[in-house]
């Protein structure tokens, strides 16, 4: 299976800077061919899950909701296994738990897409 592990979390004042990273680990065996997209979804309480950025693993392309666009960037280290959200000009209604996911391809932003997700990171930013 694929396990998920997000860091990098904290709280931060308002147009401050944080990175967040997400490291996979495959058990034995897996057909890593079958992970096509990562994504990095968020959850302020009281809302639901939306997606923030998500990326095309083989062929880097990248996607942003249009709220964090200009201001976080995906990107990947394919030697870690690692996926990274840079998060930058940070606002109080970035607020929320940040969740790394990842499947195959997809609507990118749909939560019922991924198969694989992480516990999650907390983002606190005060105004």
């Known amino acids: 299976q694929v396990q998920l592990m997000e860091s990098g979390g904290g709280a931060v004042q308002a147009g401050g800077s944080l990175r967040l990273s997400c490291a996979t680990t495959f058990s034995n065996g897996f057909n890593v061919d079958l992970i096509q997209c990562a994504a990095w979804f968020r959850q302020a309480p009281g809302k639901e899950r939306e997606g923030v950025a998500a990326?095309?693993?083989?062929?880097?392309?990248?996607y942003y909701a249009d709220s964090v666009k200009g201001r976080f960037t995906i990107f990947q280290d394919n030697a870690k296994n690692t996926v990274y959200l840079q998060m930058n000009s940070l606002k109080f209604e970035d607020t929320a738990m940040y969740y790394c996911?990842?499947?195959?391809?997809?609507?990118?932003?749909?939560?019922?897409?991924?198969?694989?997700w992480g516990q999650g990171t907390q983002v606190t930013v005060s105004s």
């Open positions: 990326i095309y693993i083989r062929r880097s392309i990248t």
């Open positions: 996911a990842a499947g195959q391809s997809g609507g990118v932003f749909v939560p019922g897409n991924y198969n694989y």
